[in-house]
């Protein structure tokens, strides 16, 4: 289980450092990132360091306060997350969360909750910045789903409380989980998403009577709809084609967008996907063919990478992370100790506000 768990926060890391420099690109040649990731490779080749961004920064103040508090606590990783917020705020945040920490910190984080509920006109956030740190929780909750579930949203509802935002950081750890449970080369992708649909599912039917915003204009559009359970229709279909639809489709029908519905049932395309070679990607490791195959979508890259790799990274454990593609990425030796952290605390976890 360890070399899981250092698996998946280094994958993560991994998905955020080498996929900010791409953030916001429309789409990105598949031919020129076998060349880029190519010479990332090359230990002849001296190319400049890649920073974490914001998705790092916040999945340790989740890994730290669940590990040094042996469970969770709101009020304590609120505290955490503002900390770390404006001691670094240059981190890619984005760009509505500012008033959220700006609000946890007037107040001394009193009701953890209450900033984020005031978000888009007390509407809450969607934005996939509660999904892209939850890797811990499914990490330190591996022998518990209820548990994961709650911590999943309770951590979620400290920056973005919009029932899209709070499911997204669900499904994500929901993934994370079942990715740990899987054995060594056991994977069944069918099984694999099938089982997230039903508890998806499950999960929206409890929600439903949470009524939210559509985004986007034509409300009718099969894209447009809120159910997280129905995009994950989507992924099983893209995965029973012989290869990956165009960029456009994936773009159109999942998303590589900010949001957590637009992006976190993308990310686990890009996991399942990259188990089988995939045309164009000139790769024979599967974690790096993830992280590649995320980033070449475009849109928000660090984020579905990050979140891909996370779950590629708690399938495959850590034998499979490229180390010559870690010696370019920022805080690999903390990222580790956090993992080792989950692990030892993940056998003694408890549960609190
Ligand atoms: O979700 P969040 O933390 O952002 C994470 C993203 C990742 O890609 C990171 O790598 C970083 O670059 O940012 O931050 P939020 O500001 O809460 O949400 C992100 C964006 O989603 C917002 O700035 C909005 O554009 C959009 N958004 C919404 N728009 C309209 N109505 C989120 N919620 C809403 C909403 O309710
Ligand atoms: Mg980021
Ligand atoms: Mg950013
Ligand atoms: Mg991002």
């Not at 989740?62 to 670094?88: H, I, P």
């Not at 409300?219 to 809120?226: E, G, H, I, K």
Request: proline share 5%.
């Amino acid at each position: 289980m360890l070399s899981r768990f250092r698996g998946s926060m280094l994958g993560s890391l991994m998905g955020d450092c080498l996929g900010s420099p791409f953030e916001g690109e429309a789409s990105i040649g598949k031919v020129f990132l076998n060349n880029y990731f190519s010479q990332l490779g090359d230990p002849k080749k001296r190319l400049p360091f890649k920073p974490y961004t914001d998705d790092t920064a916040m999945t340790k103040s989740v890994a730290l306060s669940l590990t040094e508090l042996k469970g969770f606590n709101g009020q304590d990783m609120a505290k955490r997350f503002t900390k770390e917020y404006f001691a670094e705020p240059k981190r890619g945040y984005g760009s509505a969360v500012h008033d959220v920490f700006m609000g946890l910190r007037n107040s001394n984080c009193e009701d953890p909750y209450r900033p984020a509920q005031r978000q888009f006109q007390g509407m809450g956030s969607y934005g996939n910045g509660a999904a892209m740190r939850v890797a811990p929780v499914a990490l330190m909750n591996y022998n518990d789903e209820a548990r994961a579930i709650d911590v999943a949203t309770m951590q979620s509802k400290i920056t973005h409380s919009h029932k899209l935002g709070c499911q997204g950081a669900v499904l994500q750890c929901l993934a994370v989980r079942a990715a740990l449970h899987v054995q060594p080369n056991g994977l069944n992708i069918v099984k694999f998403t099938d089982d997230l649909i039903s508890t998806m599912r499950n999960i929206e039917k409890k929600d439903a009577d949470v009524v939210v915003e559509v985004e986007g204009g034509d409300s009718d559009a099969p894209w447009n709809t809120t159910s997280y359970a129905r995009r994950l229709e989507t992924v099983k279909k893209f995965l029973e084609q012989p290869e990956p639809p165009p960029n456009e489709e994936i773009h159109g029908l999942l998303g590589v967008h900010v949001s957590a519905l637009r992006s976190v049932p993308t990310a686990i395309y890009c996991f399942l996907v990259s188990q089988n070679p995939i045309p164009g990607i000139e790769c024979d490791n599967k974690l790096q063919r993830c992280i590649q195959f995320a980033i070449s979508l475009g849109g928000d890259t660090d984020t579905i990478a990050a979140m891909a790799g996370a779950i590629s990274g708690a399938y495959l454990g850590e034998d499979q992370v490229p180390k010559e593609l870690l010696r370019h990425c920022e805080a690999v030796k903390d990222v580790l100790s956090w993992a080792d952290k989950l692990h030892d605390a993940s056998s003694t976890v408890q549960f609190s506000n």
